[in-house]
């Protein structure tokens, strides 16, 4: 199972979750997705986005002004 | 599940109908984040909102006759009278201080999003009856948009899930 990373820092609505749509795109299922956001609205975007597409958030936390998220792509 | 367009996946329409900056947002931050949670996504654009399909877009931003909006400037926040909007040269420079705003705040360009919305296989309808009130040509509008009037939208209003007019 492969690991993706993707740097969506300094980006604001919608982009972080286009830009992670288009990263899980290119992902078999399995893989996991790690997410660097400076958006403080990633934190409830990003856990309703997998609510609703079945991906499996795995964690969500933050280091300082960074928000973390973990995705693994059903 | 991410990509399959099962019968059962959600779907949304959207009828656009301002085509100004700051107003082009709204339909098109729903409809791409709609489509990238695996959504059907149908945009009707109508009136005010059809030159959002030019091949070239070029969208004003005009502060008057909104008593609402409030700029942030030096820590504060100022309201433009609608005086001081009409004078020449104003609406341009709020447009230009609008823009770098949205490039300084991460925010996506319209064009971004309108590519976003290509990419994302969001349907998009240009309004036949505003096309030839206002005298635009198909040829002026992006590639793979189609033209449609009330009933295209209507009939497929009646099977999304979210409709929307903005």
Redesign the interface.
């Known amino acids: 199972m492969a690991e993706h990373e993707l740097n969506a820092e300094?980006?604001?609505?919608?982009?972080p979750?286009?830009k992670?749509?288009?990263a899980?795109?290119g992902m078999d299922a399995g893989d996991t997705l790690k997410i660097r956001s400076?958006?403080p609205g990633s934190v409830a975007d990003f856990a309703a986005?997998c609510t609703?597409?079945?991906?499996e958030l795995l964690s969500s936390s933050s280091e300082g002004d960074i928000y973390l998220f973990e995705i693994k792509?059903? | 599940?991410?990509?399959d367009s099962t019968d059962n996946a959600k779907s949304m329409s959207i009828i656009v109908t301002k085509g100004s900056l700051d107003w082009a947002y709204p339909p098109f931050?729903l409809a791409?984040?709609a489509a990238?949670?695996?959504m059907k996504v149908t945009m009707f654009f109508t009136f005010y909102g059809l030159p959002l399909l030019k091949k070239k877009l070029n969208m004003k931003f005009s502060p008057l006759g909104n008593p609402a909006m409030e700029m942030p400037i030096m820590g504060g926040h100022m309201a433009m009278p609608n005086l001081l909007a009409v004078m020449p040269g104003v609406g341009g420079a709020a447009g230009k201080m609008m823009k770098n705003l949205m490039k300084q705040?991460?925010?996506?360009s319209i064009e971004d999003l309108r590519e976003?919305s290509v990419?994302?296989e969001i349907r998009m309808i240009a309004c036949q009856m505003t096309l030839d009130l206002f005298e635009y040509k198909a040829e002026d509008m992006i590639d793979g948009i189609e033209l449609g009037g009330a009933a295209t939208y209507m009939e497929t209003a009646a099977k999304s899930d979210i409709n929307l007019f903005i």
């Open positions: 300094g980006l604001n609505c919608p982009l979750i286009l992670a749509k288009k899980l795109k400076t958006d986005f609703h597409t079945g991906n792509r059903s | 599940m991410l990509d931050i791409t984040t990238a949670m695996d705040k991460g925010v996506a976003a990419d994302l």
